[in-house]
């Protein structure tokens, strides 16, 4: 499955993006797991506070803490 990861900041009501890539996963857990590991390596201006993950179709499957923390 396709999905968009986005990583942003968030302070007030303002996002401010500062990544988005695209990425093959079998499942929103990977998906998620393969972000955090993003979340490390990428070289980033600013460091990200939020990240957003949807589908390809650009519905949103999880919105977080950027440290990739799984809702229960």
Same mark, same amino acid.
């Given at each position: 499955?396709n999905?968009? +990861?986005e ?14 890539v ?16 993003l979340?490390?390596t990428?070289?980033?201006t600013? +460091?990200?506070?939020?990240?957003? +993950? ?7 499957l999880?919105?977080g ?8």
């Amino acid at each position: 499955m396709n999905f968009v +990861i986005e990583f942003y900041r968030l302070r007030d009501a303002d996002e401010a993006t500062l990544d988005k890539v695209s990425l093959e996963a079998p499942n929103l857990r990977a998906a998620l797991q393969d972000a955090t590991a993003l979340f490390h390596t990428l070289a980033m201006t600013q +460091i990200p506070d939020r990240l957003r +993950i949807c589908d390809d179709s650009g519905s949103e499957l999880y919105a977080g803490p950027a440290d990739g923390a799984y809702p229960v």
